[in-house]
Each structure stands twice: as structure tokens, then as C-alpha cells.
């Protein structure tokens, strides 16, 4: 494993740039560590929706509520594949892939093309990494992998695959923090029944859903 740190905050896009000693001419991984994917399957869901669009970048999207569309990366595009169920935002036990046409970075509320937001899984391509050398920086005047991925879009194809809501947790905010640990520790065979049994008796009843 090898390590590189950024040494000043000038954005995802920068960042991810750092590592371009480690990916080569090779696509690439980008795993976000503040958004949390308890089961670990999401990047080979990522893989496994590239294989079935002839090698095409994919990313892992989810359904944001309006007041968190500033807080994201928006994605606009279409349903594509066989979705039977598709209801929307969320699949109903069937994965739901879209075909991406561009992406936005931290919008304003009242006009976004989805609610569909990027949650730090993406699998990219090179030509990414290189777009990223010469990328402005765009919102909040950083550095964004969005901006480098939808000038790539103009030459390949890019998916989203949209992962149900529970299947991971943004840890960014105080409050995403509080409740991926909350989530995190109902689940755990050691901490799972202590915590419940410390919940119900401190009169904490929405924890314990
Ligand atoms: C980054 C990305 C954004 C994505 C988000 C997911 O934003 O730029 O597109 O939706 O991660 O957490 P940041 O959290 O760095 O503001």
C-alpha cells in the first residue's frame, strides 16, 4: 500500500490527482472514507455494472432529500437495463443502473436534474486522471472530480448505479456521524444488544427502528 498526502485542501479533484503516481494508465478506484458501506459490496457491484456495459465508468449514486442537494453531486442521465421495478429513486431488491448524460457539483436546490447524488464510490477512467492535471477549480472555488468526470463523459460512457438508502452512511455531517455510529453499533454482535437494551432504558425509542 502506498500513501500520498494532499498538502493543502484544494478539493476532491486535487486530491485524487495526488494518487495518479499509483493508477498509471489504468481505470481506478475512488473510495471515499467518510461515506460508510457497512456490507464492503459496493465497489464489486460498481465492477459488476461495468462488465455489463462494455467497460463503462460507474459510480455508485443514492437518493438525497432537497434540503441535501447543495451538499452533493448531482447526477443527470436516464434508467436504463432491465428494471422491471423501477420506482423512482430506489430499486425494489433489483439494482437500478442509469445512463449518465452529466453531473453537477453542489447545486442549488430548485433545479437539479435527479435527486440522485454521487456517494464516494466510482470506478473511473484514466482519462479522468488526466483531465484532473489541468481541471479550475469549480464550486466552493476547489478542485472537483465531478467537473474532470463530466468533461470525460464527453468521450465515454459513464453509469450510475443506484444503492439503496441503507446500504450506506455519510459520516460528513455531525448528524451523519452520530447515526452511521448509532447504525453501526445496532448491528455489531458485541455492541448490538447493549446498546438496544441501553437505548430503551434511557427512553431513546427512534433508535431503536
Ligand atoms: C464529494 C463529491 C460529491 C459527492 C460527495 C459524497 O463532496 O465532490 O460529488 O456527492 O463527496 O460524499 P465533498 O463531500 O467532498 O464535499
Not at 39 to 62: E, L
Not at 138 to 166: K, P, S
Request: proline content about 6%; hydrophobic content about 40%.
Amino acid at each position: 500500500m502506498s500513501f500520498r498526502y494532499q498538502s493543502e485542501p484544494r478539493g476532491l479533484g486535487h486530491a485524487v490527482r495526488c494518487a495518479s503516481f499509483a493508477t498509471g494508465n489504468e481505470p481506478f478506484f475512488v473510495l471515499l472514507g467518510d461515506y460508510v458501506a457497512p456490507d464492503k459490496k459496493t465497489p464489486s457491484r460498481v465492477k459488476g455494472v461495468s462488465d455489463a456495459h462494455d467497460d463503462a465508468f460507474v459510480i455508485a449514486a443514492d437518493a438525497c432529500t432537497v434540503d441535501e442537494i447543495p451538499h452533493y453531486g448531482i447526477i443527470a442521465g436516464e434508467p436504463v437495463g432491465n428494471v422491471s421495478d423501477f420506482t423512482g429513486a430506489f430499486g425494489e431488491g433489483e439494482d437500478v443502473v442509469w445512463r449518465m448524460t452529466a453531473m453537477v457539483e453542489k447545486p442549488a436546490a430548485e433545479d437539479v436534474p435527479s435527486r440522485l447524488f454521487a456517494v464516494g464510490r466510482y470506478l473511473l477512467s484514466p482519462r479522468v486522471m488526466e483531465l484532473l492535471a489541468d481541471q479550475q477549480p469549480g464550486a466552493g472555488n476547489e478542485v472537483q472530480l465531478t467537473d474532470a468526470m463530466v468533461r470525460a463523459m464527453a468521450e465515454e460512457e459513464f453509469y450510475a448505479l443506484v444503492i439503496d438508502v441503507h446500504e450506506g452512511y455519510d459520516t460528513g455531517t455531525p448528524a451523519g456521524w452520530i447515526a452511521t455510529n448509532a447504525r453501526l453499533a445496532a448491528n455489531d454482535p458485541r455492541f448490538g444488544v447493549p446498546s438496544r437494551r441501553l437505548w430503551r432504558r434511557k427512553g431513546m425509542a427512534a433508535y431503536l427502528d
